[in-house]
């Protein structure tokens, strides 16, 4: 996926064992949490790899998601995300 600003972008890239990515970016105009007088920074952005899609053991416990993943006991699970800056 690619995130164009005027000069700047990020691609990302995921390896095969990612399922999705939520993507989050706060409200400018609202309040939050994050800096300086509880307003929100509008140039964030966050990217959220994740092995299974929202609520994916209740689908798949419903039959409705079949690449739910799983390891074993004292197994491991490997997975790697790339993050490309360009324009900066």
Avoid: C
């Amino acid at each position: 996926m690619l995130v164009k600003g005027k000069h700047q972008q990020l691609e990302i890239v995921l390896g095969p064992n990612w399922r999705s990515i939520v993507i989050w970016s706060p409200n400018p105009t609202a309040t939050g949490r994050s800096g300086q007088g509880g307003q929100s920074d509008p140039n964030f952005i966050a990217f959220e790899p994740m092995a299974g899609i929202t609520d994916a053991m209740n689908l798949a416990h419903k039959g409705l998601y079949k690449e739910l993943q799983s390891i074993p006991p004292s197994g491991t699970w490997d997975a790697s995300f790339w993050i490309k800056p360009s324009g900066f």
